[in-house]
């Protein structure tokens, strides 16, 4: 009996016949009637004996694929059937010998797990084997399999090349409408909402379309039939695991083997993360405050309270306390106060007569800081006249910093809440999406989320009840999606006022992320192929145009440097309005 070639030297080939007999979930019988197992999820079926027994050409031996077609050359038209190969240990051939070593994509049973799991799992028990052999090996683990061509004196160059050239079949899930993202239509021609999903869903009779439908089509143009998707829906048991939000069910229907990967604007999360890969982001999606639209309130009561706002509570106490001081020196300083220093008290004046004195200066050095200007006392005593000197100075720099910021609040049209840091700082409750709960929440630690159970739908249903004063909303999601008319409804605007910003991706089966991420890297830089550009040329074959204007810049409505102050914008004016209604209820009255 001839001796096969077991490999080279520090790089021997190994025996996985035991491990692939243990693969339960994936047996199948081969064309000799043979137990084995599935190397992919569409086949071949190979014996368990398959890359183990030395260098064999274990393809041209066991896989269907290398069969000869009529003509006399290979079904596949590859060469790499001819090549031998084994498994080998890759922490031996990597320690021992020059040997090339490459992880083995076969086997779908390393796919139905996430790559977190994978990881650990492998980890395990590589520290394992690491402490039985005292010696480093960081690729042992139960389905890690490594194979090799060089060292049974071929080439992996057929392989690859084989592999390059093999078409990225994707089974894709969309997981809910959302125009004109992705959808459906009805008979008459109508686009489909998320909240009018039907048997129609379920029917791969009726075609999805959309911009993400456009922009992967656009994708499969350029990829020469190397790429091909195939458009499908989401399980129910996905949805029932993940009752809050479609879009997770889809990625746990991708970690179930159900399908490869999912349309959509799906946000990379660390949850999501854990269950799937993603591919490179499609684009980062801000997501910024959302607000009831402001209004101008011309009540007497807002219009007056224009006045103080240049300055803070606390700016306001310093300046009564400040007033308050000046006053009491002054006294001090007084003929009342040298009377005091000097034992004196004349039976005229009481103790309730220095307090009279006392608010008498309170209130002059009140009308002083309001004139912005002080008593010039040529009788006045040396340390009086140095406080009103001080007291002179202080109303120099607190009233010219006054009105240099009062005509901007006088001419502010409107009074809002639209930055984040207000929201946090009044301790307002913010309504949010439940996907991005974890990144929401180290972001702002302080901030009052609140977190429904069915996504915008839910969001919008708090905000209605009251449950919210504001939200979080995802801008290019809604600016684009079914929810603009809701918004529009409530009177809601999307502000400036930046939370988080999140990139946009397609989960995918971590074997195919690289494929697909590929051809969008080609698509942009090449082809100018991207999902903006998608959208761009949808509106413009559609003419969709906005339903209303969700935007609201908070730059808008910041008076400028160079506003005027017209009559609207003057107490004066608002004092006259509420005189003259008064006089006119007064009026009335007495006529009637």
């Not at 080279?8 to 081969?30: F, I, M, N, V, Y």
């Not at 959309?210 to 143009?221: A, E, H, I």
């Not at 004195?357 to 912005?372: I, N, T």
């Not at 074997?511 to 509106?539: F, P, R």
Request: one cysteine or more; charged letters at 20%.
């Amino acid at each position: 009996m001839m001796n096969l070639p077991t490999g080279k030297e520090g790089c021997q080939c190994t025996d996985k016949s035991s491990l692939l007999a243990s693969l339960h979930r994936w047996p199948c019988l081969t064309s000799d009637g043979e137990n084995g197992v599935l190397i992919s999820t569409e086949g071949p079926c190979v014996p368990h004996s398959y890359g183990s027994g030395g260098c064999l050409r274990h393809d041209l031996i066991h896989n269907p694929e290398c069969e000869m077609a009529d003509s006399g050359h290979w079904a596949n038209n590859s060469d790499y059937c001819l090549r031998p190969w084994c498994y080998v240990d890759a922490a031996t051939c990597r320690q021992s010998s020059f040997e090339r070593v490459y992880r083995s994509d076969y086997f779908p049973h390393q796919d139905l797990v996430s790559p977190r799991h994978y990881a650990l799992r492998t980890l395990f028990y590589a520290m394992l084997h690491a402490s039985l052999q005292n010696t480093p090996n960081y690729f042992v683990g139960f389905g890690v399999q490594f194979y090799s061509y060089s060292t049974c004196g071929s080439s992996a160059d057929d392989w690859k090349q084989y592999l390059q050239e093999q078409t990225i079949s994707l089974s894709t899930i969309v997981p809910t409408y959302s125009a004109p993202l992705m959808y459906k239509r009805s008979p008459s021609g109508d686009i489909l909402t998320s909240d009018t999903v039907g048997a129609e869903y379920y029917n791969s009779s009726v075609p999805f379309e959309g911009v993400f439908v456009n922009y992967l089509d656009n994708l499969m143009s350029i990829a020469d039939a190397d790429l091909n998707i195939n458009y499908t829906f989401g399980s129910k048991a996905g949805r029932r695991v993940y009752s809050s939000t479609k879009y997770t069910a889809a990625i746990q229907d991708i970690q179930d083997g159900l399908a490869d990967m999912a349309i959509g604007s799906f946000w990379v999360t660390g949850q999501r993360l854990r269950i799937t890969s993603f591919t490179i982001p499609l684009y980062y999606d801000k997501t910024v405050l959302v607000i009831p639209k402001p209004g101008d309130n011309s009540s007497l009561n807002a219009q007056t309270s224009k006045v103080l706002e240049p300055f803070t509570m606390a700016m306001w106490v310093l300046i009564i306390l400040l007033i308050t001081f000046t006053a009491v020196l002054s006294v001090w300083f007084s003929m009342y106060g040298r009377d005091l220093r000097q034992g004196k008290r004349p039976e005229r004046l009481k103790k309730s007569g220095y307090v009279r004195v006392a608010l008498d200066e309170f209130l002059q050095k009140g009308m002083f800081f309001c004139s912005a200007g002080v008593n010039q006392d040529t009788g006045a005593n040396l340390p009086q006249k140095l406080l009103m000197f001080g007291f002179g100075f202080f109303i120099l720099i607190v009233v010219s910093a006054y009105v240099a910021n009062l005509a901007a609040f006088l001419t502010r049209p409107v009074d809002f809440v639209g930055t984040i840091e207000k929201v946090n700082h009044r301790g307002m409750k913010v309504c949010a999406h439940p996907a991005l709960k974890t990144e929401l929440q180290v972001a702002w630690p302080t901030v009052n989320f609140v977190f429904s159970e069915a996504s915008y739908s839910g969001m919008l249903e708090g905000f209605d009840k009251g449950k919210c004063d504001v939200l979080a909303v995802g801008e290019s999601d809604i600016l684009s999606g079914d929810y603009t008319v809701e918004f529009c409804k409530r009177g809601l605007v999307l502000t400036d006022s930046l939370i988080i910003e999140t990139a946009v991706a397609f989960p995918i089966r971590h074997g195919l992320a690289s494929g697909l991420s590929y051809w969008m890297q080609v698509g942009e830089k090449n082809h100018g192929i991207t999902v903006e550009a998608a959208q761009e040329e949808y509106d413009k074959k559609y003419s969709r145009q906005p339903f209303c204007k969700l935007e609201f810049s908070l730059e808008e409505h910041e008076a400028s440097d160079y506003d005027r102050i017209e009559p609207q914008n003057s107490e004066f004016e608002k004092w006259k309005r509420e005189s003259y209604t008064w006089k006119s209820f007064r009026i009335r009255k007495t006529i009637f």
